[in-house]
Each structure stands twice: as C-alpha cells, then as structure tokens.
C-alpha cells in the first residue's frame, strides 16, 4: 500500500482564514451597536448595501479571472472590506455613494492588484477615500445622535432616504470634530459651551464616544483572541495621544483639541483596531508595525488640525500603506546566529 | 537547580499528544524474516558493505564500513544470511529507494562477543572516536550526524559546554522519555564519558522539557546516585528542565535556551565552545565502549490512532516498518499517512517496507480524523503569524512571497539558510500555506544554483590562466628569439665545420665494417640462422603487442591499430618463411658449421691476407670491437644532454605537468647511472678477458705470428660478437624510442596520457628483455669466445672510454654554465652530431637489411625535423 505523501508539518493549528475573518466581523459587533443606537439603522444599511455590492464584485472579477468562486469567496475578506466600509461611510448616504466605494474597493483596490493577500492599499479605505473625494457634499453630512433628535429615523424613512434622498429631514448636524476644526477663534471651553453635542457627551461629544468605546471593546477582543499583535494599534493610539497632548493647550482657541476629543472622536478607535490592523497592507515585522502605526497616529492628527478634511484617518492610512513597503525593508527582524538584522535591501551575504 | 532559562523565540505550543504511547510499557520486538539496512542511515557518505550475498552474519558484526571519517558504520542486527544487496524502500524525505543489505534472518539470534572494556576513562581520545565511529553510532536524535565527527571537534574550538539533548519537543514522540526513565543510569555515566572525550568541558547539562516530570525525577535520582561512584566529571552534570514548547529541541534553539548564546549563522555549535548530544546517542556511546556493543537497537515509538495498541518498543535496526505496525495491531485502512519521525518535522513514507534506521525515533500512523488531509492553501494575507512562531528570527511570509518569485537573492537577503525547517510557521498558518515545503524547494535550487556557479567559475578561471599563460610564453619567445638569431648563425657556421670534418673522417669506418660484416653474414650460416630466428621472434612480439593494442584500441585508433597489426602479422610470415628457406638451404648445403667456435678457424680462409685493403678491413674490424664501450660512451654524453633539456623543460614546466616532466628526468637519472655501471662493468670485463685469454684460448690471436693472419682472426672473433652488438644496438634504438616516448607521454594532454604511458611501459619491458637477452648472450659469450685482444681492449681503449666519460661531464657542466643562446648553439650542435650518428646507423642498418630500419630512420627523420625547429629559433 502506498501512503499519501505530504510535506511536514503534519499537524496544523485549528485556525485558519475564514476564522480570522469571522472574528473581525464579530468584533465590529459592539461599534455598529452604538453607532445604531445612537445613529439609527442607516449604518446597517450602508453595510448590506456594501455586502451586496462587495460580494457581487467580487464574485464577478473571479468569474472574469476564472477562479472558483465559492473557495475564494468562503475566505470572507470581501465580507469583511464591505463591513468595514459600511461602518465608515456616513449613515443613510445615498445607495450610489455605498456602490462607487464597494466597486473601488473591491475591483480596483483589491481585484486588480491580484486579489487578496497582493493589494498594497487598504481596500475599505481606498473606497472611502474614493467617495470622499468624489461626493465631498454627500460624505459630510453625518446625522445627529438620538440624544438631539425626537426620536431615530424609522427603517422605511431611512430606506427611502438612501435610495431616494427624501424622507429623513434636518437629521444631519456637524461632528465633534467639525466643530472643533470650525471654531477657531473662540476658546475650547466656550466652543464646548455652544455646541449640544459637545455638552451632552462626557469623553467626545455624543454618541461619538460610544461609538469609539464599542470599536475600542471589538478590538480588544480581536487582540485576546490573538489576531493581530498590539504592536500597530497601540502605536498609533501612542503617538495620536503624544501629538493631542503636545497641540492642547487647554482650551485657547489655537488648541488643536484635546486628547479625549481625538481619541474618543471620529474613525480613531476603527482605525486603530480594524483597519490599520489589516496585515496585507501594513509592515510586516513588529517593529515595523509599531513604526507603521505610529506614523499613522502623527498623520491623523496633523490632518485633522492641520488639514482641511476633518477627519483623516483614511488618508493617514493610504499614505502609510504607500510607506510599508520600505518600512518592511529595514525592519527585517534579528535572525538567529546574526550580530545585527539585515536590510533587505542588501542582496547577498556581505 | 541553579542553571539560568534563558527565552526561546518564537515558538509554538501544538498538541503535546504524548500520553498515548506512554500507556504501555516498553517491550521488545520480536525478530523479523527479513531485516533490511541501508547504507545511508546518517549524514555523510554512505557506508560501503563488506559482506556479500551467502555470507552467513551474527548480530553485531559489521556488514558495512564507514566509507571515511564522514561515515558510519553499520552492523547486522541479528544472524543469518546475506540475501541481497540492491535497492530497496528506505526511510527518506525523498521516498526514493536506496542501497540496502539485506539479511535473512535465522531466528537464532546468535551475537559476536562484545568486548567491552574496565575503565573507558583510560583510554585515550583516539580510541574512544575509533571505537564510537566503528560502533556506527550517528545522532539518534533524527539528523543521523556521525557522533564520531561532532565529538571531534576542530582543534582550536574549546569545548566549555557539553548539553545532552532530552527535550524531545515533538508531539506523539516519547521514545527519548522512555529511555530517560529506563537507563538514567547510563545517561549519565555515558555524558560524562563524553565529557571525557572532549577534554572535561566546565558544565554538562542535560535538558529536559518540563513535560517529562517522571524522566526529570529519574535522572536527578541517578545523579545523585551516581555521585557516590568515581565518575570523573559528574560534578558538574546539571539536570535543567524548561517550560515545554516547540521547537525548544533544535540543537540551535536549545543552546540558546541553555546558555543564551546563538551559533553563529552558518557556524557549528563547536564554534561556540557547544558540543550537543541526544540522549539516546549518549546510552548508544556508553554501551559500545564499556560494553563493546555496537548500535543494532533502539527504542522506537510506534504512536497513532490506526494502531490497536500504542507504545514504545526496542526494535532491531533494520526491522521493516510494516512488521513494527504490525506487532501494534496496524489497521491499514485507517491509517492516513505514514509518518516516519514526529508530526512537526517527520516526513511521510510512501512505503511501509522502509525499514527501521538509527534515526528512526517514531512511527507515527494517524487516523483520519487525526489528522485530515492538508487544507488548500489560500492566499497570505500576511497576518505575522508565522514570524512570531519561526524560532529563527525570519520572516516567513517573506520568504513565502520571494519562494514563489523564486527571487534567491532576496531569499538569502531573508536568511533562508538559517530556517531548520522546523514547521512552526506552517503550523500556525491561517492560510494552511505549506511554507517549509517551499523553503526546502529553494534550499535546494539555491544550492543547486551555486554548485552550477561555482563549477563555471573555475572553468573561466582555469581559462583565463591558461590565456595568461600562453601570452607569457609568446612574450618570452619573443625576447629570446632575437638574442639567439645571431647566436644560431654563429653556431651553425661552426657546426657545419665541424660536421665536414666529421663526416670525412668516419666514412671509411662504416663501409669497411658493413662490407666486414656482409662477408661474415655470407660466411657464416649459423649467425644468419640466429639472426632469421632473431628475426622471427621480434615479429611475433611485435604481432603480440599489436594485437594487445588492437584489443584495448576503441574507434578510429582501433582501425589504425588493426591494419597495424596485419602489418605485424605479414612481417611475421615473411620472417618465418625466410627462416625456414634458409633452414632447408643450409640442411642441403652446410649440414653441420652452426658453432661458432668450430666456424670461427674456417673462415679466415675466406680472407686474402695479403690485400692492404683486407688489412683496412681488419683494422676497421678491430675498431668497431670497442664500440660497445664506446657506444655507451655515446649514449652516456646523450643522456647527459637528454636529461639537462629534460631538467630544463621540467623547471619549466606548469604545475600539471610537472609531476610528469620530474618522473622522466628521473628515469633518464637512473639510466644514466645503470649506463655508468655498463660502462664500468664494461672495463671491468676488459682485463678479466685479458686474462681468460691467455688461459683458454683455443686460438689466440697473439700466437699467431703474421700480423694479417692476426688481424683477420680478430676480426673474426669481433664478428663472432656480432649479435651481441646488435643487441646493444637495438637496445639503444629502443632506449631513444624510450625517451621519445617518455617526452610524448609529458607533453602529451589528459586523455592521451594513459596510452601513451602504457606505450612507455611496453618499450621499458621490451628493454629490460634486450638487455636481459644481451647479458645471456655475454654469459653464453664467455666461456665460448674468450678471446680478445689482451692490450687492445685492455689499456688504450679503457683510457679512451673514461677520457670520453670526462669530456661528457665536462660537456654537462659547461653546458650547465652556459646562456640561453649558448645553450641554443650547442643544442644545435649536439643535434648535428647527433644526426650524423644516427645517419651512419641507419646507412649500416640497411645495408645489413637490419630489422631496426624502420626505426632508425625515423629516428632521424625527427631529430632532422628538430634541428630545423631549433635553427629556425
Ligand atoms: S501565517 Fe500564513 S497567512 Fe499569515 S503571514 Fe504567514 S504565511 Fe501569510
Ligand atoms: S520552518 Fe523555518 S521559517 Fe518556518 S518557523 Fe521554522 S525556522 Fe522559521
């Protein structure tokens, strides 16, 4: 009798891919609850939308490719980008908007570079960024939290919203971080003074906070179950607090925030945990990964005081997957029986 | 417990799985039919077998003997008898087959005596390496390195540390874990013979995962009872144990766990003052040297859920693996792979007639829900898994990503070379990517690669050395060419001078003597008869080599040869038919003169003495009566020649060549001395004749009282020595084919050395007959023609033959003294007389219808040619 012949090792850890990726998808679990709570259901919509429109991209390029379908499509990381957008896009955002990000995200910022694992950019992020730049009007108009509406916009009233671009009226406001970005010359304390939302939230402003803290929740959960090392979150968040610090002087009307407002606001939290954690498009050693989240911290504060988005996270993000490549050259890690690591750069043994 | 843990990187924590073959107890398996051992069980050249099929064996003898020090031996595991050696399924990553001998085994059991010995500790290091590598002893522990090699380290690297590796990290395996518990005695005992062996390293640790609490107890239990004994060392054996992980067994990692060092990238663990042994290999050490035993057992784990039972067994080395399943109730059909090793980095055997080898630490027969066919890879999504598993500081997706691009420049930039194909990185894999498969495919390209670079390398250096070379020589050409343009003129001027004197004076010398010697060839039938068989016989020797030649010839010589041959076949004919006509014709004419001695008093009458011509005729007779000294005279001051040019060209000569060039020049040097002693023997034998002469000469030339009459009897008895002289001329012609040959065979390239050698070797024989045949003939010659002219062979001519001997010395020393154009001349000069020697040999040869024709003239011919190379220089 002839055996099957394999190549060590024969036993393999109970994980692989697809599990990764459900994971991911539970641990967005907490942050889309808050962002529902506090935002009403367009954010669940946004991500059906994105599913249908992510999947179905997907599933064509691969017919196109002459891939299988259902093998490449069981591995979930479509499911997750569509996730990620959905949760990143404005809620109740017209249904055009959800369908350029997921088809830039899909066919062109994974697809054409060669599908999963080869894309050099985060896929969600360059969708993002896609729309972002495209529909500047559409993208800035984020709904008021609960606490400062009557009452959240229904499911029918939110459908006819995205698809029609009637039915919700006066939901929108602008963010913590509008605000503070648009109130220069006043004080921090009496910008605080003058805006509800502001007011009504202890950490970031309403609602924003509670977003960030569900975010914050899923990541750690993703960090306990082993999924990505605390290196580029944690080096992020680092820097993105050393650069608040060092810009707020509590409270004069230069004051580029402050340290709550930046962390607890805006993408900060789904950033730091679901996105720059993304391991196909980030450096690749932990050291590179601390650089990398690091840089993405500085960035994200400097645009955001500096800049003219008000948010920038996915900015900061694609700018730093442009970086990783060579963040990734010289910071190959120490190898065993070696005085000192090697770049990469260097071809041969010296 | 004092020794510090130092962390091992990376590392993964897989299933430990080790309780299922701890259940049972050890036993020992029982003798198989067949048991079969492959020559290659360790790293190194395979073993080369000295017994043959039919031997009968006894367990413990050896069948096969360490081809080298980088080998082992290999020893029958039980008795019986050599059934075969031929290929056979062997325990390989690679599956294929490989040489084995196999023994049909007689179920006796019978053993050699095993010498042990009292006190291993007295005998010094030599022995004890000697011992162990004759032992057939290599790392038990999976690599199979000989031990003989690893505990011989380079002398300069001092040995401070001795580890004795009990981890055992693979999951299933607990055939190390079981020894620990069985024979802590001789764990210990054997590590400090080891230290012993490499001169009493400060510390001998003995590592042990935390996962082996019983082995742990086992060995501090036998320390300390041990310790009482007069163990040399065993005050500084450790027991350590560490927390339990994977790969925490390298050899590599755990030195780093033990002592925090690293070897070196590309380094041994000698290097850093580290020698690493396996337990088992430990207890296989002390066995074979107290004992005397060879490695024929080990204990093997036989694991997996297939089997009925599971457990560890002693299994003879060489039982195949299915008759070890079998002993554990193997259920084939469950069984999902054959594993030969542990499910981390054993590899998978496609046949279960692989045998059992010294390297064989489990068999590992899993189910299918054990262990599921490999998943489909998917694509990297680089999560880093893999570089915080790999224990050797790599990136592996990395590596992954440059495998695929085969790009081995950054692969090597990414230390692939330092990857031990542990399997962490696979193992943790999200995307089930089978990287160790990829990186050992590499490996194996990149060496490939530079195997292939390095063998063009030398031939572009061999060819640009080649190119320097040959541009040297032209330049120095160049240079001489000029400087001895006007000094050849020079030269030649005068060597045709001397070359006209020359050839005035000698001329009347060969004529009379070849008109001296037709008439005695005519006059006597028996030297004609002698010299018809001569003739005979030197045809059918040459018929003999060239149909020797012919044999060995392959393609176009074999054609040349064979037309060589028919040549040699007609001569012998013709030669043969000659004999026998002349036979017939003497039976008829002359039926009895063929003794010389009863034909030697008859003929003088053939001779008019009164004919002044007669008496030049005698004259010239005599005067060739001293050439056998005088001829090895010659030959002398030519070999004197020969060998300065030989020593030149030799000084000359490149590396290669060299060794043959100095051979020549020593051959020449020997026969210059063997030509000295002839030339000496030669005067020595003047004045014995002298007196023979006077005592028993029938007829004594001096007692003949007309000078004519006296003459012309000399003459005749120098006739008489005729075939004597041609002897020695043959032998000279074959002496300067010798040397021709000789220097054809220097110069001659590569492929044709060895023909032209044998070529070499056939003339020196066919000398060695002449010469053997020329003292026959003297001894013959002695009592039978004892007379010689007393004062003509005694006095003058022995002056004239040592006055030759000096002027030839003196020719060498000056010669040695000379310039390069100096040199030229008189090598031009040589050559003319040279030539004009054998112009003169070859006119007689044909006149006496000489069978050396062909040769002299050849031999002319070249040395002509050689003149006009050297004249044109
Ligand atoms: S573990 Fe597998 S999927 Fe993850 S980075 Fe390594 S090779 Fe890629
Ligand atoms: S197999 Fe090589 S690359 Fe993979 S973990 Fe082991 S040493 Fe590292």
Same mark, same amino acid.
């Given at each position: 009798?002839?055996?099957?012949?394999?190549?060590?090792?024969?036993?393999?850890?109970?994980?692989?891919?697809?599990?990764?990726?459900?994971?991911?998808?539970?641990?967005?679990?907490?942050?889309?609850?808050?962002?529902?709570?506090?935002?009403?259901?367009?954010?669940?919509?946004?991500?059906?939308?994105?599913?249908?429109?992510?999947?179905?991209?997907?599933?064509?390029?691969?017919?196109?490719?002459?891939?299988?379908?259902?093998?490449?499509?069981?591995?979930?990381?479509?499911?997750?980008?569509?996730?990620?957008?959905?949760?990143?896009?404005?809620?109740?955002?017209?249904?055009?908007?959800?369908?350029?990000?997921?088809?830039?995200?899909?066919?062109?910022?994974?697809?054409?570079?060669?599908?999963?694992?080869?894309?050099?950019?985060?896929?969600?992020?360059?969708?993002?960024?896609?729309?972002?730049?495209?529909?500047?009007?559409?993208?800035?108009?984020?709904?008021?939290?609960?606490?400062?509406?009557?009452?959240?916009?229904?499911?029918?009233?939110?459908?006819?919203?995205?698809?029609?671009?009637?039915?919700?009226?006066?939901?929108?406001?602008?963010?913590?971080?509008?605000?503070?970005?648009?109130?220069?010359?006043?004080?921090?304390?009496?910008?605080?003074?003058?805006?509800?939302?502001?007011?009504?939230?202890?950490?970031?402003?309403?609602?924003?906070?509670?977003?960030?803290?569900?975010?914050?929740?899923?990541?750690?959960?993703?960090?306990?179950?082993?999924?990505?090392?605390?290196?580029?979150?944690?080096?992020?968040?680092?820097?993105?607090?050393?650069?608040?610090?060092?810009?707020?002087?509590?409270?004069?009307?230069?004051?580029?925030?402050?340290?709550?407002?930046?962390?607890?606001?805006?993408?900060?939290?789904?950033?730091?945990?679901?996105?720059?954690?993304?391991?196909?498009?980030?450096?690749?050693?932990?050291?590179?990964?601390?650089?990398?989240?690091?840089?993405?911290?500085?960035?994200?504060?400097?645009?955001?005081?500096?800049?003219?988005?008000?948010?920038?996270?996915?900015?900061?993000?694609?700018?730093?997957?442009?970086?990783?490549?060579?963040?990734?050259?010289?910071?190959?890690?120490?190898?065993?029986?070696?005085?000192?690591?090697?770049?990469?750069?260097?071809?041969?043994?010296? | 417990?004092?020794?510090?843990?130092?962390?091992?990187?990376?590392?993964?924590?897989?299933?430990?799985?080790?309780?299922?073959?701890?259940?049972?107890?050890?036993?020992?398996?029982?003798?198989?039919?067949?048991?079969?051992?492959?020559?290659?069980?360790?790293?190194?050249? %395979?073993?080369?077998?000295?017994?043959?099929?039919?031997?009968?064996?006894?367990?413990?003898?050896?069948?096969?003997?360490?081809?080298?020090?980088?080998?082992?031996?290999? *020893?029958?595991?039980?008795?019986?008898?050599?059934?075969?050696?031929?290929?056979?399924?062997?325990?390989?990553?690679?599956?294929?087959?490989?040489?084995?001998?196999?023994?049909?085994? $007689?179920?006796?059991?019978?053993?050699?005596?095993?010498?042990?010995?009292?006190?291993?500790?007295?005998?010094?290091? /030599?022995?004890?390496?000697?011992?162990?590598?004759?032992?057939?002893?290599?790392?038990?522990?999976?690599?199979?390195?000989?031990?003989?090699?690893?505990?011989?380290?380079?002398?300069?690297?001092?040995?401070?540390?001795?580890?004795?590796?009990?981890?055992?990290?693979?999951?299933?395996?607990?055939?190390?874990?079981?020894?620990?518990?069985?024979?802590? /005695?001789? !764990?210990? =005992?054997?590590?400090?013979?080891?230290?012993?062996?490499?001169?009493?390293?400060?510390?001998?640790?003995?590592?042990?995962?935390?996962?082996?609490?019983?082995? +742990?107890?086992?060995?501090?239990?036998?320390?300390?009872?041990?310790?009482?004994? $007069?163990?040399?060392?065993? $005050?500084?054996?450790?027991?350590?144990?560490?927390?339990?992980?994977?790969?925490?067994?390298?050899?590599?990692?755990? !030195?780093?766990?033990?002592?925090?060092?690293? #070897?070196?990238?590309?380094?041994?663990?000698?290097?850093?003052?580290?020698?690493?042994?396996?337990?088992?290999?430990?207890?296989?050490?002390?066995?074979?040297?107290?004992?005397?035993?060879?490695? +024929?057992?080990?204990?093997?784990? #036989?694991?997996?859920?297939?089997?009925?039972?599971?457990?560890?067994?002693?299994?003879?080395?060489?039982?195949?693996?299915?008759?070890?399943?079998?002993?554990?109730?193997?259920?084939?059909?469950?069984?999902?792979?054959?594993?030969?090793?542990?499910?981390?980095?054993?590899?998978?055997?496609?046949?279960?007639?692989?045998?059992?080898?010294?390297?064989?630490?489990?068999?590992?027969?899993?189910? *299918?829900?054990?262990?599921?066919?490999?998943?489909?890879?998917?694509?990297?999504?680089?999560?880093?898994?893999?570089?915080?598993?790999?224990?050797?500081?790599?990136?592996?997706?990395?590596?992954?990503?440059?495998?695929?691009?085969?790009?081995? @420049?950054?692969?090597?930039?990414?230390?692939?070379?330092?990857?031990?194909?542990?399997?962490?990185?696979?193992?943790?894999?999200?995307?089930? +990517? %089978?990287?160790?498969?990829?990186?050992?495919?590499?490996?194996?390209?990149?060496?490939?690669?530079?195997?292939?670079?390095?063998?063009? $390398?030398?031939?572009?250096?061999?060819?640009?050395?080649?190119?320097?070379?040959?541009?040297?020589?032209?330049?120095?050409?160049?240079?001489?060419?000029?400087?001895?343009?006007?000094?050849?003129?020079?030269?030649?001027?005068?060597?045709?001078?001397?070359?006209?004197?020359?050839?005035?004076?000698?001329?009347?010398?060969?004529?009379?003597?070849?008109?001296? =010697?037709?008439?005695?060839?005519?006059?006597?039938?028996?030297?004609?008869?002698?010299?018809?068989?001569?003739?005979?016989?030197?045809?059918?020797?040459?018929?003999?080599?060239?149909?020797?030649?012919?044999?060995?010839?392959?393609?176009?010589?074999?054609?040349?040869?064979?037309?060589?041959?028919?040549?040699?076949?007609?001569?012998?004919?013709?030669?043969?038919?000659?004999? *026998?006509?002349?036979?017939?014709?003497?039976?008829?004419?002359?039926?009895?003169?063929?003794?010389?001695?009863?034909?030697?008093?008859?003929? %003088?009458?053939?001779?008019?003495?009164?004919?002044?011509?007669?008496?030049?005729?005698?004259?010239?007779?005599?005067?060739?009566?001293?050439?056998?000294?005088?001829?090895?005279?010659?030959?002398?001051?030519?070999?004197?020649?020969?060998?300065?040019?030989?020593?030149?060209?030799?000084?000359?000569?490149?590396?290669?060549?060299?060794?043959?060039?100095?051979?020549?020049?020593?051959?020449?040097?020997?026969?210059?001395?063997?030509? /000295?002693?002839?030339?000496?023997?030669?005067?020595?034998?003047?004045?014995?004749?002298?007196?023979?002469?006077?005592?028993?000469?029938?007829?004594?030339?001096?007692?003949?009282?007309?000078?004519?009459?006296?003459?012309?009897?000399?003459?005749?008895?120098?006739?008489?020595?005729?075939?004597?002289?041609?002897?020695?001329?043959?032998?000279?012609?074959?002496?300067?084919?010798?040397?021709?040959?000789?220097?054809?065979?220097?110069?001659? @390239?590569?492929?044709?050395?060895?023909?032209?050698?044998?070529?070499?070797?056939?003339?020196?024989?066919?000398?060695?007959?002449?010469?053997?045949? +020329?003292? /026959?003939?003297?001894?013959?010659?002695?009592?039978?023609?004892?007379?010689?002219?007393?004062?003509?062979?005694?006095?003058?001519?022995?002056?004239?033959?040592?006055?030759?001997?000096?002027?030839?010395?003196?020719?060498?020393?000056?010669?040695?003294?000379?310039?390069?154009?100096?040199?030229?001349?008189?090598?031009?000069?040589?050559?003319?007389?040279?030539?004009?020697?054998?112009?003169?040999?070859?006119?007689?040869?044909?006149?006496?219808?000489?069978?050396?024709?062909?040769?002299?003239?050849?031999?002319?011919?070249?040395?002509?040619?050689?003149?006009?190379?050297?004249?044109?220089?």
């Amino acid at each position: 009798m002839s055996f099957l012949r394999a190549s060590s090792p024969h036993a393999h850890a109970a994980n692989n891919t697809t599990k990764v990726m459900q994971t991911v998808l539970l641990a967005t679990l907490p942050g889309l609850l808050a962002l529902t709570v506090f935002f009403g259901p367009g954010s669940i919509i946004n991500i059906l939308l994105a599913l249908i429109f992510c999947l179905a991209g997907e599933a064509l390029v691969l017919r196109l490719r002459k891939r299988p379908l259902g093998f490449y499509l069981r591995d979930y990381s479509a499911a997750v980008t569509a996730v990620l957008l959905g949760l990143a896009l404005p809620p109740y955002c017209p249904w055009w908007v959800v369908m350029v990000a997921s088809v830039s995200a899909i066919i062109i910022a994974k697809q054409l570079y060669g599908g999963m694992g080869y894309n050099p950019f985060n896929p969600a992020m360059v969708g993002y960024v896609v729309v972002l730049i495209s529909f500047p009007l559409q993208m800035s108009q984020w709904p008021s939290p609960a606490s400062l509406l009557e009452s959240l916009p229904s499911i029918s009233a939110s459908i006819s919203q995205v698809f029609t671009g009637q039915g919700l009226d006066a939901y929108t406001s602008a963010t913590a971080l509008d605000i503070v970005k648009q109130n220069n010359s006043q004080l921090i304390s009496q910008v605080y003074a003058d805006s509800d939302l502001l007011r009504s939230g202890s950490l970031a402003g309403a609602g924003w906070e509670w977003v960030n803290l569900g975010f914050l929740m899923g990541g750690l959960y993703l960090l306990y179950k082993k999924v990505f090392t605390w290196h580029a979150p944690v080096a992020m968040l680092a820097s993105l607090s050393l650069f608040a610090l060092l810009g707020y002087d509590s409270g004069s009307s230069q004051s580029g925030g402050s340290l709550s407002l930046h962390l607890f606001s805006g993408a900060t939290m789904l950033g730091a945990f679901f996105i720059i954690t993304d391991p196909v498009s980030s450096a690749v050693s932990n050291k590179g990964r601390l650089i990398f989240g690091a840089a993405v911290g500085a960035l994200v504060y400097l645009i955001r005081v500096l800049g003219n988005y008000p948010d920038a996270v996915a900015f900061a993000v694609l700018l730093m997957n442009f970086a990783a490549p060579f963040i990734d050259y010289y910071t190959v890690p120490r190898s065993y029986g070696h005085a000192k690591p090697r770049k990469a750069t260097e071809k041969q043994e010296p | 417990m004092s020794q510090l843990i130092y962390p091992l990187r990376g590392g993964v924590h897989p299933p430990e799985n080790k309780q299922q073959s701890l259940q049972s107890p050890l036993r020992r398996l029982a003798i198989p039919g067949e048991l079969v051992f492959p020559l290659a069980q360790h790293i190194g050249a %395979p073993a080369k077998a000295v017994v043959e099929i039919g031997d009968r064996v006894l367990a413990g003898q050896m069948i096969a003997e360490p081809n080298g020090p980088f080998s082992a031996a290999i *020893h029958a595991s039980t008795s019986g008898t050599v059934s075969a050696i031929e290929a056979r399924p062997i325990p390989h990553a690679s599956g294929l087959w490989g040489d084995c001998i196999v023994v049909a085994a $007689d179920g006796k059991d019978e053993s050699i005596d095993f010498v042990g010995c009292e006190n291993p500790f007295k005998i010094d290091h /030599e022995s004890l390496i000697e011992k162990i590598r004759h032992a057939g002893i290599a790392g038990m522990g999976g690599a199979g390195f000989p031990s003989a090699v690893k505990l011989n380290p380079p002398p300069n690297n001092n040995i401070d540390t001795l580890i004795i590796n009990g981890t055992e990290c693979e999951p299933y395996i607990t055939a190390d874990d079981v020894l620990m518990q069985e024979r802590s /005695e001789d !764990i210990i =005992r054997g590590c400090t013979l080891l230290a012993h062996i490499l001169n009493g390293p400060d510390r001998i640790l003995i590592g042990v995962e935390d996962n082996k609490p019983k082995a +742990i107890a086992a060995l501090e239990q036998s320390l300390l009872k041990l310790a009482a004994e $007069d163990l040399p060392g065993i $005050d500084r054996v450790q027991v350590v144990s560490f927390p339990t992980k994977y790969p925490s067994g390298g050899e590599k990692q755990l !030195i780093q766990i033990l002592t925090g060092k690293e #070897v070196p990238s590309g380094g041994l663990p000698a290097h850093i003052g580290i020698v690493v042994q396996n337990v088992g290999t430990t207890v296989a050490i002390w066995e074979a040297i107290k004992h005397g035993k060879p490695l +024929i057992e080990r204990i093997t784990t #036989v694991v997996g859920e297939s089997l009925k039972e599971q457990g560890n067994a002693i299994v003879k080395l060489g039982s195949p693996s299915q008759f070890v399943l079998e002993q554990f109730g193997f259920q084939e059909k469950s069984c999902a792979r054959l594993i030969a090793g542990g499910p981390m980095m054993g590899f998978s055997l496609p046949d279960s007639r692989a045998p059992i080898v010294k390297t064989s630490n489990c068999l590992l027969v899993p189910s *299918h829900q054990e262990m599921p066919d490999p998943a489909p890879a998917q694509a990297c999504i680089r999560c880093g898994h893999c570089a915080e598993a790999c224990p050797a500081g790599l990136l592996p997706q990395q590596l992954y990503w440059y495998a695929q691009a085969k790009e081995h @420049d950054r692969l090597l930039a990414h230390n692939l070379m330092d990857c031990i194909e542990c399997g962490a990185c696979s193992f943790v894999c999200p995307s089930s +990517i %089978p990287l160790v498969q990829y990186y050992r495919a590499s490996k194996g390209e990149i060496r490939q690669a530079e195997i292939e670079k390095e063998k063009s $390398d030398r031939s572009r250096q061999r060819f640009e050395f080649r190119q320097k070379r040959i541009e040297r020589a032209e330049a120095e050409k160049e240079a001489k060419r000029l400087a001895r343009k006007k000094a050849a003129e020079a030269a030649k001027a005068k060597a045709a001078a001397n070359a006209g004197a020359a050839k005035t004076a000698p001329a009347a010398d060969p004529v009379a003597a070849a008109m001296a =010697r037709v008439q005695a060839q005519q006059s006597d039938p028996a030297e004609q008869l002698a010299k018809l068989e001569r003739a005979v016989n030197n045809a059918r020797n040459r018929l003999n080599s060239a149909e020797e030649k012919w044999q060995q010839a392959e393609g176009d010589q074999k054609a040349k040869l064979e037309s060589r041959f028919k040549q040699a076949q007609l001569r012998l004919q013709d030669a043969e038919s000659k004999l *026998h006509d002349f036979k017939q014709q003497s039976a008829g004419q002359n039926p009895a003169p063929s003794n010389p001695t009863s034909a030697s008093p008859t003929t %003088p009458l053939n001779i008019d003495s009164d004919d002044p011509i007669e008496r030049a005729k005698a004259k010239a007779q005599q005067r060739l009566s001293m050439s056998p000294l005088e001829k090895a005279e010659n030959n002398l001051s030519s070999l004197n020649d020969r060998l300065k040019k030989a020593q030149e060209k030799a000084s000359e000569a490149d590396d290669d060549k060299r060794a043959a060039m100095e051979a020549a020049v020593e051959k020449l040097k020997q026969k210059k001395t063997s030509l /000295e002693k002839e030339i000496d023997e030669l005067k020595a034998q003047a004045p014995l004749k002298e007196n023979t002469a006077t005592a028993e000469t029938p007829v004594d030339p001096n007692s003949i009282d007309d000078p004519i009459e006296r003459a012309k009897a000399k003459a005749m008895q120098r006739l008489n020595m005729s075939p004597a002289e041609k002897l020695q001329n043959s032998l000279q012609a074959l002496q300067t084919r010798l040397a021709k040959a000789e220097e054809k065979a220097a110069s001659a @390239d590569e492929d044709r050395r060895p023909a032209m050698q044998a070529a070499v070797e056939k003339l020196q024989e066919k000398i060695k007959t002449v010469e053997q045949e +020329i003292t /026959e003939f003297k001894a013959q010659e002695e009592p039978a023609k004892p007379a010689e002219s007393a004062n003509e062979s005694s006095g003058i001519p022995l002056d004239a033959a040592s006055a030759a001997i000096e002027k030839a010395k003196a020719k060498a020393a000056a010669q040695a003294q000379m310039s390069d154009s100096e040199k030229h001349a008189a090598q031009v000069e040589s050559l003319q007389q040279r030539i004009q020697k054998a112009q003169q040999r070859l006119d007689k040869a044909t006149e006496e219808g000489n069978d050396n024709v062909d040769a002299f003239r050849l031999g002319l011919e070249k040395l002509q040619a050689k003149l006009k190379e050297l004249e044109s220089e």
